[in-house]
């Protein structure tokens, strides 16, 4: 062969071998940092036209994408918007801004997930516009819109698991907002209105039942407190505790007293009397008595402490530790820095009603292609062992009481047994937290709920009166 053609060739061969490499380093190699460049727009235009999946509920869309006249782009929309925007969050693709399950599950709905990869193959070959899978969601429509009608008009959040599976039932965060205004076709509109959203107050974009400031439990953990004591053997059902009018403080010049300044029984009842009427100072007591470390390893037991995802994230439960007693004290009754979300406090009766075995909550049943053939299942997973089954049967009986006989009568429903422990949380702003949290029915259970409403500057509010009424139409939505 003649030098020079050989030469050429040889020049030929490396300009093509470097032309290579180039693509490939850019293609595959720097593929992700230039997609995720805030100069590159072209990752929004393209979400555009992408025909996102839908969400469903017991067979009805809770959030689908509709065409825009005469254009290639998709509108998403929602059917039900203030009801399941705890749920849903948005998917405003023009503003790039996305939360609740449109942002934790956006790798399903807009087909990329690996779960989907079939239905790509299908819209390469058949050269069709890509298209999102489909998420079928546990939610009970009839639970669901029972805690939201029950919550409208004040600021709290209600939760409802399936105790033997983890399946969310319900979940409903208030004051809500609708999710339409966010991801409407005139995008300068959808700014504002989202602005406006996240200045307002009153914090409508948080979702109360697993993140936000999260609350004070109340008495609500003397659950916590209880299965603690009946796990080391120092007390049960029927044992006589101290539970005077007020606790001295050791080391201070303060008392912890009843609710209301309110005897409990004749000053020794049983346990089994102490937790049914919430009494405070023989959990105070008790939670001395168990020290820090007894408490918190049985809280983390229950779930506190741990990275939860549903699959958006839930923040995590504390028990901050104290060294001092007169702090435990006031900790043990659920106050002081002792901070949970509601979701948490659904756990702790869920684990109770499923002879303590703690199961992982979750929202998404099944992920399906656009045919609705499912390409994936969620499988129900134990966290852990909370209790013994010997000591959650303990604690149902407790639980049980309450409803019969104590503080949560208020969430009793006819023909149904409830079990349940009430909660009336300080916020150390001139008011109190109410909660409720438990399940039905308490015989054979099959949800646990939890609901707490929050108070407003100078508003007193009480787990049995005024959160015990709510967690009944909630329960009785599903279980009649």
Known sequence: MNPQIRKLMGALALMLLSLFVAASYIQYWRAPALVADARNARPIYESWKRDRGPIIVAGKEIALSKKVEGNVQYQREYPLGPEYASITGYAAVKLHVYSGLEAAASAD?????????????????????????????????????????????????????????????????????????????????????????QDDPRRPLTNRVISGDRYPPGSVFKIIVAATALERGIVNLDSVVEAPRELKLPGTNHTIKNYGGEACGNGHPKFSFAFAHSCNTPFAKLGMDLGWDALSAQAKKFGFETDISIPMMVTPSVFPQTDGKAQLAQA???????????????????????????????????????????????????????????????????????????????????????????????????????????????DNPKY????????????????????????????????Q
């Open 109 to 197: 709905l807009d087909g990329t997930s690996n779960s989907l990869w079939t239905q790509r193959i299908q819209d390469l070959l058949t050269g069709s516009q890509p298209r999102g899978g489909a998420l079928i969601l546990t939610i009970d429509p009839k639970m669901q819109k029972a805690a939201y009608d029950s919550l409208q008009g004040r600021t709290g959040a209600a939760v409802v698991i399936d105790r033997g599976t983890g399946e969310i039932k319900a979940l409903v965060s208030t004051p809500t907002f609708n999710p339409n205004d966010i991801v409407q076709a005139n995008a300068k509109k959808g700014r504002k209105d989202l602005s406006e959203l």
């Open 332 to 442: 043990s009754i659920g106050q002081l820095n002792v901070q949970i979300t509601p979701l948490e406090a659904a756990m702790v009766s869920a684990a109770v009603a499923n002879d303590g075995k703690l199961m992982k909550p979750f929202l998404i049943e099944s992920t399906a292609n656009r045919d609705l053939v499912v390409q994936k299942t969620t499988e129900p997973q134990m966290i852990s062992q909370a209790v013994s089954p010997e000591v959650a049967k303990k604690l149902r009986s407790l639980m049980t009481d309450v409803v019969v006989e104590g503080t949560g009568k208020p969430a009793s429903i006819k023909g149904i047994q409830v079990a349940g422990k009430t909660g009336t949380a300080e916020t150390g702003r001139n008011g109190s937290h109410a909660w409720f949290t438990g399940f039905a029915p308490a």
């Open 448 to 479: 646990a709920i939890a609901v707490v409403l929050e108070a407003g500057n100078g508003e007193y509010l009480t787990g049995g009166p005024d959160a015990g009424p709510i967690a009944a139409r909630i329960l009785k939505a599903g279980l």
